[in-house]
């Protein structure tokens, strides 16, 4: 089974630390989205999406990072995808809010614009959408802490779940611009229990490079 992926990438970076917990027998093939690998002929020839992650496991090619973690877990009987059909469907509801709504005013408003401009995104475009992801954010973020979280350990109860590692890389897009969490203790105390996780330093080391590049001022100008 192979993982076509690249650290950098928010998507991937779920999946590569679910698969180091468990400790699966997955061959990674770092696509690196940087020097453009992921358009290349002979990457599009495995996945013509050109995007990452992508799963080949077989004569099954699976995209997309909530269905890939949901298929990992199923076979290898993992808990972070509960058995039974309503604790489930509350996993996939909570991957799915991430996916949507707060992918979309966190992520994409609120951090991707900082690496666009790089790649062609004008500055004025760029602060305008900083400026909205800013300010519908906390409705949010406000949710995750208190009615997602509220006072529990893992955003599905008292155990990781897929949701959690999606959930976390989406968080840490913050990074890129600074994100301070502490006027939202929970999700603060969260994302200190799953960075305590031992999948999280291996996996995440490699976006912590990136964001640092990101945010040197030299290097951003
Ligand atoms: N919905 C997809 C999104 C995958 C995605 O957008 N991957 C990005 C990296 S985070 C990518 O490969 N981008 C390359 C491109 O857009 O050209 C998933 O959840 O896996």
Redesign the pocket.
């Known amino acids: 089974m192979k993982l076509y992926c ?1 650290p950098i ?4 970076r779920p999946v590569l630390m679910f698969i180091a917990e468990q400790g699966l027998d997955v061959e990674i093939v770092k ?1 690196d ?1 940087l020097a453009g690998e ?2 290349a002929p002979e990457y599009l020839a495995i996945n013509p ?5 992508f799963l080949v496991d077989g004569d099954l090619k699976l ?4 269905a ?1 973690l949901k298929y990992l877990a199923i076979r290898a009987h993992a808990t972070a995808y509960p058995e039974g059909l309503k604790a489930q469907v509350k996993v996939d509801e909570a991957i799915s809010w991430f ?1 949507t709504r707060f992918h979309e005013v966190f992520c994409l408003f609120g951090c991707y614009p900082v690496i666009g401009v790089p790649h062609g995104l004008s500055p004025e475009m760029a602060a305008a959408m900083l400026a909205y992801g800013a300010e519908h954010s906390p409705r949010w973020l406000r949710l995750l802490d208190e009615q997602m979280l509220g006072g529990r350990p893992f955003v599905c109860g008292d155990q990781v779940s897929l949701a959690d590692y999606m959930g976390l890389s989406f968080c840490l897009l913050g990074d890129l611009v600074g994100f301070d969490f502490a006027p939202y203790p929970n999700v603060a105390a969260w994302i200190a229990r799953m960075k305590a996780r031992s999948g999280f330093a291996p996996t995440y080391a490699a976006f912590g490079t990136f964001v640092g590049f990101v945010r040197t001022p030299a290097k951003a100008a």
């Not at 999406?49 to 992650?53: A, D, L, W």
């Open positions: 690249d990438s928010t998507t991937s696509v989205l992921h358009l999406n050109g995007i990452v992650p995209g997309e990072c909530a890939i996916n």
